[in-house]
Structure formats: structure tokens, C-alpha cells
């Protein structure tokens, strides 16, 4: 459901709803421990100018590990 579909059948503000949301979501991917991770995706997109945008993700719980401008160095 929307934001706005679960305020308006709750009977609340967009505000209060996206608020709950927002700290649950803080919650659970905050600072992903490093040690729990199994398996990442990497992602380099090319974006003209602007050079890349580098994105690494744990695949297991789709979080964002890291998110640079620029490309990853690999060793």
C-alpha cells in the first residue's frame, strides 16, 4: 500500500505514517554489519559528465552497502 492509502485507513497524518516508516527503515539498514554479508552485488553506472556512480549491495537483504561517485578500485 501507498503512504497515503495506509494514513487515510488509519486515520492518521502522511506525516506520522511516513514517519514510522522512515525510523523503521533507519532501523534495519543503518550500518550493515560487514561480517553477516554473504553475497554483494556491484553496480558502476556511467554517467556522462558527472563520471560514475558506484553502488554495492547485500544481496541477502537488499540493502545498500555503499554508495560512491566514482569507480571501485578491484585488487
Given at each position: 500500500?501507498?503512504?497515503?492509502?495506509v494514513a487515510r485507513?488509519?486515520g492518521?497524518?502522511?506525516?506520522l505514517?511516513k514517519?514510522?516508516q522512515?525510523?523503521?527503515?533507519?532501523?534495519?539498514?543503518r550500518?550493515?554489519k560487514?561480517a553477516?554479508?554473504?553475497r554483494?552485488?556491484l553496480?558502476e553506472i556511467?554517467?556522462?559528465?558527472l563520471?560514475?556512480?558506484?553502488i554495492v549491495?547485500?544481496?541477502?537483504?537488499?540493502?545498500?552497502i555503499?554508495l560512491?561517485?566514482g569507480?571501485?578500485?578491484?585488487?
Open positions: 500500500m501507498t503512504i497515503q492509502a485507513h488509519l492518521v497524518s502522511w506525516d505514517v514517519g514510522i522512515k525510523d523503521n527503515l533507519n532501523k534495519r539498514y550500518l550493515p560487514l553477516k554479508i554473504k554483494i552485488a553496480d556511467y554517467q556522462g559528465k563520471g560514475y556512480l558506484t549491495l547485500d544481496l541477502q537483504r537488499g540493502a545498500v555503499l560512491a561517485m569507480k571501485v578500485p578491484m585488487h
